[in-house]
């Protein structure tokens, strides 16, 4: 009967976790249309649109913006200016 050392049962433990913890951290998933999604957010509060989510959607920005009722509308924004527009106009 083979027996494992403390330091082999470690590395197993270790190369099982570090992937989750690296897909967590993954940089795609904190940017949208090239930017962190974290200043996409600080930049629409500044203008006054609180998000609970963002997201591209056909060259545009699109938030989940919660409403007074507690329930929430999407509302899109120019990709580059940040503008809110009505998605299928140009």
């Given at each position: ?8 049962i470690?590395?197993?433990v ?35 649109v ?6 591209e ?7 989940w913006?919660?409403?007074e009722?507690g ?14 527009v ?5």
């Amino acid at each position: 009967m083979k027996t494992f050392s403390i330091a082999t049962i470690a590395a197993v433990v270790a190369l099982t976790i570090v992937p989750s913890f690296a897909a967590e951290y993954d940089n795609e998933n904190d940017t949208i249309v090239g930017r962190s999604k974290t200043l996409v957010e600080v930049a629409l509060r500044e203008r006054g649109v609180v998000t609970s989510g963002l997201e591209e959607w056909g060259g545009l920005i699109r938030a989940w913006v919660p409403n007074e009722d507690g329930g929430t509308s999407m509302q899109f924004f120019d990709a580059d200016t940040l503008q809110p527009v009505s998605p299928g106009r140009s």
